[in-house]
């Protein structure tokens, strides 16, 4: 068993269509807990095994910026398709259209030939993000509600955290209401802990038995996991626009609408650090609360 805070990293995307197979395989392979077989060249053939797959959701999280004069061509291109669609934006400066999409649009809309018209974001451009949180499987749901965003979770259907490469043991997250335990602590004295953090680390114990006791049993990963508490570890792959990561600070950092979970607001709390660090986080409250 180990016991772990929650996390908030911001994952940049490369430039150039090369970054747009990276960031895919990124996110892609965060699902399977199998980034030791990403290479410097492995990225083009696992978005080709995607789009082979039918795994569009993938591919959502490779973010695509276009150029379009603003001819007819560009003119239908922009209000007849990529306004239309959701996970798209379009901008203009009055001679060119811009617009910010992700690779699953293009390609379940044969629209791969737009390609050509690949472009660096510009201030026209509505920026989209990537952030990788390591979180609790309660806070992770929370998070998935925000259905404008795209999503890949750690899959507890095929990791079998037994094995040695998936860490040989179920990793747990610690709550944001305990004052004592500590990570990578697993004993303590009745004195060190209170009767509520106790029985936490008990049951905590006890899922991580029982689960693999189903295994020993012949059950497969994701007959196993139904034993697993909400507290248990899971990695979430989050892209959204910026105005829509504006929306879940609204929710769920500000609380404008309520108090958001403790939880949540810790993990809010290292987003918000995680984004002024990486310089996006005025770009992001540029955009309009959409409460007041």
């Known amino acids: 068993m180990k016991l772990i805070e929650s996390k908030a990293e911001y994952i940049p995307q490369e430039e ?44 959502e999280h490779g973010t695509v910026y276009l150029k379009f004069e603003m001819d007819y061509g560009g003119m239908d291109r922009c209000d007849k398709y990529y306004h239309t669609m959701p996970y798209s934006e379009c901008g203009d400066d009055h001679k060119f259209y811009y617009i910010s999409t992700n690779l699953r649009v293009l390609q379940e809309h044969n629209w791969l030939n737009d390609l050509q018209y690949l472009y660096s974001p510009t201030e026209f451009h509505e920026k989209r993000y990537t952030m990788r949180f390591t979180c609790s499987r309660a806070i992770a749901q929370e998070l998935t509600r925000h259905r404008t965003f795209s999503f890949l979770m750690e899959s507890q259907r095929y990791i079998n955290y037994s094995k040695e490469r998936h860490g040989g043991e179920i990793t747990y997250i610690i709550p944001s209401w305990s004052i004592s335990i500590q990570p990578n602590v697993l004993k303590y004295s009745p004195f060190e802990i209170t009767p509520k953090e106790a029985e936490f680390m008990q049951a905590c114990f006890d899922s991580e038995k029982r689960y693999f006791s189903m295994l020993e049993s012949n059950a497969t990963p994701q007959q196993a996991r ?9 990695e979430l792959i989050m892209t959204g626009f910026a105005s829509d990561w504006r929306h879940v600070m609204d929710l769920r950092l500000f609380g404008k609408t309520g108090a ?3 939880d949540m607001v810790a993990l809010m709390q290292k987003t918000q650090k995680a984004m002024r660090e990486a310089g996006i986080w005025e770009d992001i409250m540029k955009y309009p609360s959409k409460f007041k």
């Open 226 to 234: 139904d034993v697993l508490p909400n507290a248990t570890k899971t």
């Open 16 to 59: 150039g269509l090369e970054g747009i197979y990276k960031q895919i395989e990124l996110a892609g392979r965060t699902a399977y807990h199998s980034q030791d077989k990403i290479t410097p060249t492995s990225a083009k053939n696992f978005v080709d095994r995607m789009i082979k797959s039918h795994h569009g959701a993938c591919l």
């Open 260 to 262: 958001p979970h403790p």
